[in-house]
């Protein structure tokens, strides 16, 4: 008789890093215990859904703490791999890069869930299930910037992306359903493209994991080569879907005014920040190969998606019935656009840290993003959610559109918003060290078109209110909902006194 050589069972056996994928795991666990105990809370009792939900984000971002300052932690390998070694052969990377992007999307999650709170209560939304899918969507959220292989990538993108779905589709209004509707089948067209993509790559190399996928690349066979650039154009779809590039941009402006204004903030940051880092870690890493073909084509696609954005946002007039909510969906396109600068820089390999400049763009505009959203939450709550509705808030609330007036200074790069010209300076800077002469005076264009109609919103601010107008609003702003502005407010002027923080925030090369 043969024997059977045995594996040695301790190559095969790993212990899992738990301190490494502590962030998602806590935003995971509290998604389930929120919905345990909502089966047992009466219905008075559900307000404290949101405030386990709160302190289970905070909980989350707590925990990237033991994560900083050392070496990239791994965990889920194909072999043992130490701290600071390779690790090519690793699923999960909590890594500089990884803990940028897990920050922004759980620091957006929870200013979205303070945003939350009372809206859940006064829209009458069902608390259980809508704290459960924004702390599920965050997961996954949290997830995908640590994945680095495209199975977790893909799953960490559904994760994030299933519950938005039903987050839109919460509001018990026709629009909400439409809006969820034309969410979830643009989304589902461009995850099975992305799918498709990703069956194309692995044929060609073999592999899934990202780092071994650029090494099969460079030396792929000839008749392969075909295969494998299809397969990384129709991979990249997915992302930009995400990140609400055109041509995938056209449920944007729909889903924001058909979602409770929160949410809409949430897909605003969070959802983008997905796009942003799924698209940084593929490109970057998987098809570095390929550097200077998506190199050039994100840099048009960032081009056009940013002058696509700010004309869409030119034309929704203020003297009209034209919703600020929509106003806010093509600014995001719009920054979408500059979010793509940088990454594009990264294809043509010179440049110091053109992904930083990526993150940090991101981070400035997640907070004053976010806190411009909460101010919109505040005004429709009394006022309306027309532009011409903002006409005279200064006279009514003086505090709110001071607050407004800030973040829409910072978005448009103008002073006292120092942060936003920060942002803009090194994106800026990204483009012309790159060598994209060309985008980057497309992009100086397209800041001065964004300059228009942020000014003119901040106009109506400190207009005189119209006849007839109450001069004050008929409800207190809740507790959470002053909170969160203040909180928005305190960070955006902070990082306007000293933008430098956002840098070291960022710190040096992200791979």
Known sequence: MTSLAVADPGALIQSVDWVAIAPPLIAALAALGVLVTDLFLPQRGKKLLGWLSVTGLALALIALLPLTGGSPRVTFCVQNVTAGADNAGCSYVADHFALVFQLLALGGALIAALLSVHTVDEEKLPGGEYWFLLLSSATGAALLPASRDL??????????????????????????????????????????VMLLGVGFVYAATGTL??????????????QLRPLAEAG?????????????????????????????????????????????????????????PY?????????VLAAVTMTVGNVGALRQRADT???????????????AGYLLVPIAAAGYGRGQNPLGATAAYALIYGVVNLGAFGVVAAVSRTDGTRLEDYRGLFARRRWTALALAFFLLCLAG?????????????????????????????????VVIALYYYLVW?????????EGAPQAAGRGMPAPLAATLGLTASAAVVLSLAPQLVLQV??????
Do not use: C
Request: cysteine-free.
């Open 151 to 192: 199975a977790t990538l893909v799953i960490a993108l559904e994760v994030a992306s299933l519950p938005a779905f039903a987050l839109v589709a919460l509001r018990r209004d026709g629009r909400g359903a439409e809006a969820a509707l034309k969410f979830f089948l643009s989304s589902v067209t461009a995850t099975a």
């Open 209 to 222: 994991h990202l780092a071994a996928i650029a090494d099969g690349l460079a030396h792929a066979p000839g």
């Open 232 to 288: 990384a154009v129709l991979t990249l779809v997915g992302f930009a879907f995400k990140v609400a590039a055109v041509p995938f941009h056209f449920w944007v402006p729909d889903t924001y005014i058909g979602a409770p204004v929160p949410v809409a903030g949430y897909l605003s940051v969070v959802g983008k920040a997905v796009g942003l880092a799924g698209l940084a870690l593929v490109t970057s890493i998987a098809f570095r």
């Open 291 to 299: 550097g200077h073909t998506w190199g050039l084509t994100l840099a």
């Open 321 to 335: 019935a034209h919703s600020a909510v929509r106003l806010m969906a093509w600014s995001s396109i719009g920054q």
């Open 414 to 446: 103008l002073p006292p918003g120092v942060v936003g010209l920060f942002g803009k300076v090194v994106v800026f800077r990204a483009a012309v060290d790159a060598g994209l002469g060309w985008l980057a005076v497309v992009m100086a264009v397209n």
């Open 458 to 466: 901040t106009a109506k601010l400190f207009a005189p209110a119209p």
């Open 506 to 511: 960022v710190g040096g090369s992200l791979f």
